[in-house]
Nanobody
Framework: QVQLVESGGGLVQAGGSLRLSCAAS????????MGWYRQAPGKQRELVAA???????NYADSVKGRSTISRDNARKTVYLSMDSLKPEDTAVYFC?????????????WGQGTQVTVSS
């Protein structure tokens, strides 16, 4: 069974920084893309950043320039560093991984970690 375990959320002051981590475990062939999504109260879940197995990155416009997504394939871990945090970054952040199981790819999600940015 595949599990994604997130860490690193919490309460941060506006202008501050944080780093989220997400480690995958279980039995599978390969992790394809990994990424971070977030969901604020009353809003839909949205992509924050994603990274392919080859290291190609994609960012939401709202975080571009102040966020960095990276991954350590050996550790099966994806990271998200965010600087210059704003109150509007407050949300539950979810890790996502597209994982190849035998011949099919499946989407897996972490349980979510709360990020609260105080003004």
């Amino acid at each position: 069974q595949v599990q994604l375990v997130e860490s690193g959320g919490g309460l941060v002051q506006a202008g501050g920084s944080l780093r989220l981590s997400c480690a995958a475990s279980g039995s599978f062939l390969k992790i394809n893309s990994m990424g971070w999504y977030r969901q604020a109260p009353g809003k839909q879940r949205e992509l924050v950043a994603a990274i392919s197995s080859g290291g190609i990155t994609n960012y939401a416009d709202s975080v571009k320039g102040r966020s960095t997504i990276s991954r350590d394939n050996a550790r099966k871990t994806v990271y998200l560093s965010m600087d210059s945090l704003k109150p509007e970054d407050t949300a539950v952040y979810f890790c996502h991984a597209a994982i190849l199981m035998t011949t099919l790819e499946y989407d897996f999600w972490g349980q979510g970690t709360q990020v609260t940015v105080s003004s």
